[in-house]
Each structure stands twice: as C-alpha cells, then as structure tokens.
T-cell receptor, first 113, second 109 residues
Framework: NAGVTQTPKFQVLKTGQSMTLQCAQD?????MSWYRQDPGMGLRLIHY???????DQGEVPNGYNVSRSTTEDFPLRLLSAAPSQTSVYFC????????????FGSGTRLTVV | GENVEQHPSTLSVQEGDSAVIKCTYS??????FPWYKQELGKGPQLIID?????GEKKDQRIAVTLNKTAKHFSLHITETQPEDSAVYFC????????FGDGTTLTVKP
C-alpha cells in the first residue's frame, strides 16, 4: 500500500502563477483534507471532502480551490500564487466512521517568490 | 468551532526522563483525541489515540489521559530516548480534527 501520495515534493512559483498540488490515496478513505503548516502555527485546515463530489471550506480557504471527482484523488489548486502561500502543504485522509486517525502524505514544500 | 490549545511549545528533557504534553479543547462534541508525531521533513504520524468513553490508554512507553469534564487531555512519554525527539501534535475530533500548535520535544543523550 502506498498510503497517501503527494506530488510534487518541492515547488517554486512566481507571484501570480497557478499550480495544482496532487494528492492520491489507495485506502478507500472517504474523508480527505488539505492542511498548511507554518512555523509556530500548527496545522491549519484549507479544504476537506467527505466523499466524491462533496467539498467544503476549512479555516483558511482563500486563494485555494479543490474538487473531488473520485474517491482516490483530491487536488489542491492555487489560483494566483502569493508570497503568503509559501508553506508546507499536507494532504490527509481517513475513514468517516470510527472515528479514526488521519494518514498524512509526506508534504509539498511550496515557495512563492 | 473547536479550539485546541497545546502546552508547552518546546520541551527539553534528559534521556530516561519522562515528558508530558497537555492540551485543552473547547467543543464538548469532540469525541476522539489523537496524537501525532512529526519527524523532520515528514508528515505527521498517528502514535496513539483515545476515545471519549475512555479515561486512559497506554501503549508501551506512551500513554494518554482524558478528562472530559475539564476538557483536557495529555500525552505521557516515559523513559524517553533520543529517537523520541520530534514535534508532537494533539487534536480534538468532532467530525473533523482540529490540531494544537505542536510541541517540539528534544531528548538530550
């Protein structure tokens, strides 16, 4: 089992550019989410999904879009990158019932210059 | 929404000593409390969890306690080893997890 796979691992963007961070899981988890991690600020929820076709906003959704067309994939789109979006991004997934802990990907380190 | 506070933000102990990290939560609907360990350059990994109908859970050198009345829960690591050095996150779950800001634990050999 690969678990949660995130690509790319590192990315440098120029201000105003757009890009998509990929997240895929092979555990048939219903719940998927995106977090950003900044120094001293822990993990902040950007967007989450409880199943294909269903998405909702988290704590810091501005500047980001998501979609969930399949159970396995949950891409995060940056529409027009800003230096404030420089961060480490983690995708996490879990079963809805339980509840249970999250399985995290290894992260994408994004720098916006 | 849920608010989770975690203390201390940094903790340094000698190898063999115990370490305790404490968290408080605000939403009485939270019913699941996981703890994660994050090593440098990696994603957080679940190390232990406790559900709201349990007061204490132990797994080898780590244990968690939960006081629902006071809305606080704690992580206890005994006989610490250098490989326990990492960032530890608590979380409170009510439909989705809200995380504390993390504790950087350093175990000195």
């Amino acid at each position: 089992n690969a678990g949660v796979t995130q690509t790319p691992k590192f990315q440098v963007l120029k201000t105003g550019q757009s890009m998509t961070l990929q997240c895929a899981q092979d555990m048939n988890h219903e719940y998927m989410s995106w977090y950003r991690q900044d120094p001293g600020m822990g993990l902040r929820l950007i967007h989450y999904s409880v199943g294909a076709g269903i998405t909702d906003q988290g704590e810091v959704p501005n500047g980001y879009n998501v979609s969930r067309s399949t159970t396995e994939d949950f891409p995060l789109r940056l529409l027009s990158a800003a230096p404030s979006q420089t961060s480490v991004y983690f995708c996490a997934s879990s079963y809805l019932e339980g509840p249970g802990g999250y399985t995290f990907g290894s992260g994408t380190r994004l720098t916006v210059v | 929404g849920e608010n989770v506070e975690q203390h201390p933000s940094t903790l340094s102990v000698q190898e063999g000593d115990s370490a305790v990290i404490k968290c408080t939560y605000s939403d009485s609907a939270s019913n699941y409390f996981p703890w994660y360990k994050q090593e440098l350059g990696k994603g957080p990994q679940l190390i232990i969890d406790i559900r709201s109908n349990v007061g204490e859970k132990k797994d080898q050198r780590i244990a968690v306690t939960l006081n629902k009345t006071a809305k606080h829960f704690s992580l206890h690591i005994t006989e610490t080893q250098p490989e326990d050095s990492a960032v530890y996150f608590c979380a409170a779950h009510a439909g989705k997890s809200t995380f504390g800001d993390g504790t950087t634990l350093t175990v000195k050999p």
